[in-house]
């Protein structure tokens, strides 16, 4: 037996801008040769460092604002007030993982005055995606991303403008999610609250179905059967 890793605080940030066929969003992707995330898109973001703390005076809602602003500035030279921030979820990673997360998710404008620059260290490369583009290219097999990543790309489909996503979301309570991981025979995939295995840890218990499931390299989410209370992690 392993004892349980206890998850950081982290944050990130969601940027977003109008594009020519709609709202657009920053992904970045990490170096192939990390160990953690490696060779996936992700948002800016990252772990608290204790001067968010103490520049937020110990309040965690506070610093992961600033931390999200700060690892904006590090991992893409963007700069964003973390007072506008509109907060989207908070997600746990799952507890059978060997780095663990407690990431606040953020909405901002994107800054129309600065440009886009990464390090080419741990970050690679980077990429303005249209939203609904970017899922049907992780739908296709095609872009690699964590669950987190994709379900928030889901909630944002549907807006027209980025100042609508940003009034959509702030209408709206933010989400918490603790995933629980699990494998079978059949595959495996990650079970959210509400699903008929989430508490057992067993993907093949029959029921209702709350989970994101691995199919063909791309995360697929089912939402079916549960209690009506169980809130769509997709927005949908």
Do not use: C
Not at 23 to 45: D, H, I, S
Not at 77 to 106: C, G
């Amino acid at each position: 037996m392993t004892d349980k890793v206890e998850p950081r605080t982290a944050a990130t940030v969601v940027l977003i801008r109008d594009g020519e066929h709609g709202p657009e969003t920053l992904l970045l992707q990490r170096n192939r040769a990390v160990k953690f995330a490696g060779g996936m898109w992700v948002f800016p973001g990252g772990s608290l460092d204790p001067e968010d703390w103490e520049q937020a005076n110990g309040d965690e809602a506070g610093a992961a604002r600033v931390g999200a602003a700060r690892e904006a500035a590090e991992e893409s030279n963007l700069d964003v007030d973390p007072d506008t921030m509109v907060q989207i979820s908070h997600w746990t990673t799952p507890e059978a993982e060997p780095k663990r997360f407690y990431t606040w998710f953020f909405l901002a404008l994107a800054p129309s005055d600065h440009t886009v620059s990464i390090d080419d260290s741990e970050i690679k490369d980077h990429a303005w995606m249209n939203i609904a583009e970017a899922v049907s290219q992780h739908e296709a097999g095609e872009l690699g991303l964590f669950p987190p990543t994709i379900m928030t790309l889901r909630r944002l489909l549907g807006y027209m403008s980025a100042e609508d996503a940003m009034i959509g979301v702030a209408a709206r309570d933010p989400v918490t999610v603790f995933p629980v991981f699990a494998k079978s025979e059949s595959g495996f995939g990650i079970m959210f609250e509400g699903d008929a295995g989430y508490a057992s840890g067993d993907l093949d218990a029959q029921g209702p179905r709350h989970r994101a499931v691995m199919v063909d390299s791309a995360w697929q989410y089912q939402h079916e059967g549960v209690d009506v209370g169980v809130v769509r992690l997709d927005g949908a």
